[in-house]
């Protein structure tokens, strides 16, 4: 499973933003938007390109465009919402799909409750968007879920991850390509990410 770190100046400053406590929910899920955006360069830069002709103001040209049918983004709900209007700010014509999943706070198992996707789902890139990578135990479920509806090409884009949850990918869903901004050492008894930044779905919605 490839694992790629995304560590341009700019996430790493936003990053920072986002771990801050005192970081409110206005500021917060704009900054998750703006690392969003910023991944997405990284997350589509083998995207496949065809050329084409176009007329400029001046005189004909040759330029590439995205070929095929574009990728489908897949958050999963709810903090993966956080994520999802930047990704279509640069890819307006891609589709959504929605995967709804919690995590049990007896067993941390991830409990599925929604799913609706795109039928030539397995004829499209999915991006698949959870802005934290603890356990591993959704984002794994979530990858599994849009396989059985057929996805052959999967990328899975985190702010942060931990060793956990990559062992987690790497162990159910080796073809996976994952994405993240940084790596902490570990999880707490709750199976937070430590040091992490909280809840993302918490503080994306002002909902703690």
């Given at each position: 499973m490839p694992i790629t770190i995304i560590?341009?100046?700019?996430?790493?400053?936003?990053?920072?933003?986002?771990?801050?406590?005192?970081?409110?929910?206005?500021?917060?899920?704009?900054?998750?938007?703006?690392?969003?955006?910023?991944?997405c360069y990284e997350t589509t830069r083998d995207l496949p390109l065809e050329e084409v002709g176009v007329e400029t103001p001046v005189a004909p040209a040759r330029g590439r465009i995205i070929a095929g049918k574009k990728p489908v983004i897949v958050p999963v709900m709810r903090a993966g919402l956080g994520m999802v209007n930047a990704l279509l700010r640069l890819?307006?014509?891609?589709?959504?799909?929605?995967?709804?999943?919690?995590?049990?706070?007896?067993?941390?198992?991830?409990?599925?409750?929604?799913?609706?996707?795109?039928?030539?789902?397995?004829?499209?890139?999915?991006?698949?968007?959870?802005?934290?990578?603890?356990?591993?135990g959704t984002a794994s479920a979530a990858a599994q879920v849009l396989k059985n509806f057929g996805a052959r090409s999967i990328r899975l884009l985190c702010i942060l991850g931990s060793p956990p949850g990559l062992d987690k990918m790497q162990s159910d869903h080796p073809d996976v390509n994952v994405y993240v901004c940084a790596i902490?050492?570990?999880?707490?008894?709750?199976?937070?990410?430590?040091?992490?930044?909280?809840?993302?779905?918490?503080?994306?919605?002002g909902t703690r």
């Open positions: 560590d341009h100046p700019l996430i790493q400053h936003k990053l920072t933003i986002l771990r801050d406590r005192d970081t409110g929910v206005k500021e917060f899920r704009k900054v998750v938007g703006e690392i969003a955006m910023l991944m890819i307006p014509a891609a589709k959504v799909a929605h995967i709804g999943l919690y995590r049990d706070p007896g067993t941390l198992l991830p409990v599925e409750y929604y799913c609706k996707v795109p039928p030539d789902i397995a004829e499209r890139d999915c991006i698949l968007l959870d802005p934290m990578l603890a356990t591993g902490d050492p570990e999880l707490d008894e709750n199976a937070y990410i430590v040091p992490g930044l909280g809840d993302a779905g918490d503080r994306i919605f």
